[in-house]
């Protein structure tokens, strides 16, 4: 059984033009969804260590992750992302999300937990869709 709630969504990609892409997408399928981007992977996980921290917090969202960013890949965020408490990383279901994703880029995601798959970009209608029916049987939205 899930709830009313309006799905929340964080997008961490270093180009602009693909968050607003991203943005304008989940906006069609989900007219009501609370939307956060991040073009600084950084400021994402600042971000989720203070709204996510809290006692009690539970706001499951779904994070779309891009591989190649120049301060800090992917990976490096998901290594990150292993440091938050419990509590915090439950909250999420993470995609990546990539140009290219390589046998080599499944194995390497099959190692993070917190990862629920991969996906090419550019995200579409058909697969936003299927993530969200994906996580609603994981997870209360």
Known sequence: MHSNRTPTFIIVDDDPLNNSICELLIGKVFKYSDIKLFT????????????????????PTILFLDIDMPTLNGWDF???????????????????????VSK??????????????????????????????KGRGKRRF
């Not at 600084?40 to 706001?59: D, Q, R, V």
């Not at 998901?78 to 290219?100: A, G, H, Y």
């Open 78 to 100: 998901l290594d990150e992302f292993k440091n938050f408490s419990d509590s915090i990383q439950e909250q999420f279901t993470i995609f990546i999300v990539s140009s290219s």
């Open 40 to 59: 600084w992977p950084e400021m994402a996980l600042e971000f989720i260590s203070k709204k996510y921290g809290k006692t009690g917090a539970n706001n």
């Open 104 to 133: 080599q880029d499944k194995e390497k995601a099959a190692k993070y937990k917190s990862v629920s798959g991969l996906i090419s970009k550019p995200l579409t209608k058909d697969s936003l869709k299927k993530i969200f029916d």
